[in-house]
């Protein structure tokens, strides 16, 4: 049973080449793996890091890292931990490879009901009996640290929070001020008096009094802004809306690294500020102050656990859009093997994040033949995938008849004309009669691999361009002749740029032999034979493309037995063939023999 006990910590995720996360921690034990479906709170995407990896474990008030399964360990600060208390700024590294880090935050500020109101007692007790204002202000004080835990919206949350700082201060209004894009704080919340909400564009903090406030990084009680330094007297709003106190809290969060190229630096992220003001003087005693202090200490705290649980949110509803947008699209996909009277035929997808930019289609046609496209959208994520969906409804088309050199033209001259997409594509489509027949275009794309009595060479060498990159490109097909027992490979190529840790690339002629040592097996076992060769070439390296592989084996006409085809040529065209009035014929390239 996991423990909901609310502890206010969160743990950066941090790759040296995307941007950093914060995720908070919501629930003991904390998952953190691979595969949100294996039960992970965390999901890390990336191979070096195992299904069931580690946990974040609450034990006797102190939160511990566990060694779950990750493969090579679990380090803390460089060194292995099968299990390790944490502490604030504590490094967790996954395995041997520092490409991943988790930092561990504790935000100090954090303490439960419990432990503030012995504090707030501590506070008393040395301040004296204290009078009922007094005692009222510890009791709201005490309120408001009861919303460390709540689940109230943020908005909420922050408006009771003003409600209280306006209590504690005897203000006329108070408001909570937010930095912008360009770290000018701005107005973004405002409450009266009477807890009645007010318009924040009506409202004008001065920023005389702000200023000083978050230059000192403490906060700032003006008793009687007459007597206050001469630029926050003079100052417009001041004088203006006749102000004669004011007090102002800045909000800060936990504290963070700044580097500079002389020397490395602790700053305090400002998250905000709270702003009070009234037009009568006040009268602050040293309790008064003191829970001030408190109050800013506990908003600080407040609004950056709401910020984080708000920031989760909206990574779990944008995790659930790109799980649903992967859903479908792997629905688009074909899935395992595949028979046809005359052709086996399966394939193998895996985009390196939620969703991709390869696709694979397979479909019959009504004149018997069976048609099949791989394509690859440069880039990868949401972008490419939404390309990837445009081209398959384009090419489906085919199924109805039209010309597949046609359509090429079409979506060559249809992306040319959209310059704001900026996507191109390669691809290559062919037709499979039941003799072994085959019609073929190509559009950028690597040329598949043919497999013929256990030697391996490529479709064609000449070079082609992607579709959407140039409009002056015109697409043209070709034919060959398969024979009974060739296997086609279709790739992308995410596969022969597949990166090992030193960036050394998988390269054309590993898949080659690849290819050939597992060509004997079904098709099947021939591609996860090739994605172990991949798998073991690049040691769990992090991958920057999708990995796409398609094999086609043709099993010959089911009218003929013991025929045996012409081989005198790879290459034969086909005549009278309707959709083909200019066939160009492309010799296959040389046979590169087996590599023992």
Do not use: W
């Not at 791989?374 to 994520?381: M, R, S």
């Not at 398959?392 to 039209?402: D, E, N």
């Amino acid at each position: 049973m996991s423990d909901s006990t609310t502890v206010n910590a969160h743990l950066e995720i941090v790759f040296p080449d995307r941007p950093i996360q914060t995720i908070p921690m919501t629930q003991f034990p904390f998952l953190i793996g691979r595969g949100k479906e294996n039960g992970n709170h965390l999901s890390i995407n990336d191979m070096r890091i195992s299904r069931s990896c580690a946990a974040i474990v609450l034990r006797d008030a102190a939160l511990f890292v566990e060694d779950r399964g990750q493969r090579e360990g679990v380090f803390v600060n460089g060194l292995a931990a099968k299990s390790r208390p944490l502490v604030h700024g504590d490094r967790i590294r996954l395995g041997i490879d520092d490409a991943c880090q988790l930092v561990f935050r504790q935000v100090p500020e954090a303490l439960s009901q419990e432990q503030a109101q012995t504090k707030l007692r501590t506070i008393l007790g040395s301040m004296g009996t204290g009078s009922s204002e007094e005692l009222n202000g510890l009791k709201v004080l005490l309120e408001a640290t009861s919303l460390m835990g709540s689940q109230l919206p943020l908005e909420s949350v922050l408006s009771t929070m003003l409600d209280h700082a306006i209590v504690i201060t005897r203000a006329d209004r108070g408001m909570l001020l937010e930095p912008d894009a360009s770290g000018t704080l701005q107005v973004k919340l405002a409450r009266g008096k009477n807890a009645e909400s007010l318009a924040p564009e009506a409202m004008n903090p001065s920023r005389s009094v702000l200023g000083s406030a978050i230059d000192l990084e403490s906060a700032v009680v003006n008793e009687d802004l007459n007597l206050a330094e001469l630029n926050v007297q003079s100052a417009q709003s001041v004088v203006r809306q006749l102000l004669r106190s004011s007090v102002v809290i800045p909000l800060f969060g936990a504290s963070s690294r700044q580097t500079d190229s002389s020397s490395e630096s602790q700053r305090r992220d400002l998250l905000g500020a709270v702003y009070l003001d009234s037009k009568r003087t006040s009268t602050f005693s040293a309790l008064d102050r003191q829970i001030l202090d408190a109050l800013g200490a506990q908003a600080g705290s407040i609004l950056e656990n709401a910020r984080l649980i708000e920031r989760e949110r909206e990574r779990e509803r944008f995790e659930q859009e790109l799980n649903i947008a992967r859903e479908i699209q792997q629905g688009l996909i074909p899935q395992g093997a595949r028979d046809y009277p005359h052709y086996s035929i399966t394939g193998i997808h895996r985009p390196c994040n939620e969703v991709g930019g390869d696709y694979f289609d397979i479909f019959p046609l009504p004149d018997g033949r069976l048609a099949v496209l791989i394509a690859d959208v440069a880039g990868k994520g949401l972008g490419a995938a939404l390309v990837t969906t445009m081209l398959q409804g384009a090419l489906s088309g085919m199924t109805l008849g039209v010309d597949p050199v046609k359509v090429f033209n079409h979506l060559n001259q249809f992306l040319c004309a959209r310059e704001s997409v900026v996507r191109c594509a390669t691809m290559f489509f062919a037709l499979f009669g039941s003799d072994g027949a085959v019609e073929f275009v190509r559009a950028g794309h690597p040329a598949p691999l043919l497999l013929r009595r256990g030697k391996v060479c490529e479709l064609y060498s000449e070079g082609s361009l992607p579709i959407g990159l140039s409009e002056e490109e015109s697409y043209t097909s070709a034919a060959l002749q398969l024979e009974t027992g060739d296997t086609l490979l279709l790739y992308t190529d995410g596969v022969t740029e597949a990166e090992d840790k030193g960036r050394n690339l998988f390269q054309e002629e590993r898949l080659k032999k690849a290819f050939s040592e597992h060509g004997s097996a079904s098709l099947a076992h021939l591609l996860n034979g090739i994605l172990g060769a991949v798998e073991q070439f690049t040691e769990g390296a992090s991958q920057s493309d999708d990995i796409t592989l398609l094999a086609l084996s043709y099993r010959g006409p089911l009218n003929i037995k013991g025929d045996k085809h012409d081989t005198s040529s790879l290459v034969a065209v086909k005549s009278g063939t309707a959709h083909l009035p200019q066939d160009r014929i492309l010799p296959v390239a040389s046979q590169t023999s087996r590599k023992e």
